[in-house]
């Protein structure tokens, strides 16, 4: 039997994502974080509603997964996002010591390789999983407010 559970299949959940910060005039970054196939959270960025400029995806699903699971560690977890993260969240994932990070869209301006910035040693990283579709949502939010 074929695994549906794929690390397209999750990065379709986080694209989803994705279209509702579009939809909100939000940039379009989504995240989800799965454990055991299993969505445990789903977020996107939403740094314009709540006037918070930590408020980007990840660390939406960061906090969210930590609540579902009770502690702080994401040990066994993989977020899935659209867009590569940024140093800030790069950082807090490192802390949130998750097993994997797979990432649509390169954001080579500021994104965490970038910058320079470390993710943990133990996580394993995944790049370019639906790139275009990731970026070219990204394009089209940019073009609307050119």
Avoid at 101 to 108: K, L, P, Q, R, S
């Amino acid at each position: 039997m074929e695994n549906i559970f794929t690390d397209e299949y999750f990065m379709k959940k986080a694209l989803q994502e994705a279209e509702i910060a579009f939809e909100k005039d939000e940039i379009p970054v989504g995240a989800v974080i799965v454990a055991n196939n299993t969505v445990i959270a789903r977020a996107h960025n939403l740094t314009e509603l709540l006037h918070d400029v930590t408020a980007h995806a990840e660390m939406q699903a960061i906090t969210s997964a930590a609540n579902f699971l009770g502690g702080k560690y994401l040990k066994g977890c993989t977020l899935y996002v659209t867009v590569e993260p940024c140093q800030m969240c790069a950082g807090a994932l490192y802390w949130s010591q998750i097993s994997k990070i797979v990432y649509g869209a390169t954001d080579e301006k500021r994104g965490y390789l970038a910058m320079g910035t470390q993710i943990h040693p133990k996580t394993e990283v995944v790049s370019g999983v639906l790139a275009e579709e990731c970026g070219a949502l990204m394009i089209s939010f940019f073009r609307k407010k050119r």
